[in-house]
């Protein structure tokens, strides 16, 4: 099974199109999304092209290709317009012998992660606007895992390229946009 994993459309028509045309090209079977779907936060600018509207009508579209996870702009409101659960603070998933765990990134990211994550394991988060892909090691456990982070291609931050992550055969690499 191949993922593409993206994070913080923020409401953007234009990323969001960008994103399934990724998701097509790649010929993936599932879009993961890293949260913070629809709303652009109180701390962003506006999107350059913020229609919400249209964003839900894109992915709707495709609601049974879609596992996602909430952000910290997600809320009830947004899953009462969206055709697939987004209000889950994380997922596991699971691609050849590697485990995913796939959250937002404001609950969980490199700063503190989830104890409970096995030695070798992906954490894949968003939140920060900033393409990552590192290896941290936790202070509590002592494991170490691979943190990687697809940025956020309609308010990228730090100089970041929008991004998207594929995931096949328990591989994960980060892709330009």
Not at 6 to 23: K, P
């Amino acid at each position: 099974m191949r993922f593409l994993v993206a994070s913080d459309l923020h409401g953007d028509s234009y990323w969001t199109e960008r994103v399934l045309e990724a998701f097509r090209r790649e010929n993936a079977d599932k879009l993961v999304l890293l949260g913070d779907i629809l709303y652009h936060g109180p701390r962003n600018d506006l999107p350059a092209h913020y229609e919400p509207k249209k964003v839900i009508s894109l992915l709707n579209d495709m609601a049974t290709k879609i596992l996602a996870v909430r952000g910290n702009c997600d809320t009830e409101v947004d899953q009462m317009v969206l055709k697939f659960p987004i209000l889950s603070d994380y997922i596991y998933l699971v691609s050849g012998e590697t485990t995913f765990f796939a959250t937002h990134g404001h609950n969980a990211g490199p700063g503190y992660l989830p104890v409970f994550l096995p030695d070798g394991a992906v954490l894949l988060a968003g939140h920060t606007h900033i393409v990552c892909d590192k290896e941290i090691t936790s202070p509590e456990t002592g494991i170490k895992v691979r943190y990687m982070n697809p940025g956020s291609p309609s308010i990228p931050k730090e100089g970041s390229t929008p991004s998207y992550i594929l995931i096949e055969d328990g591989n994960a690499v980060i892709k330009p946009l």
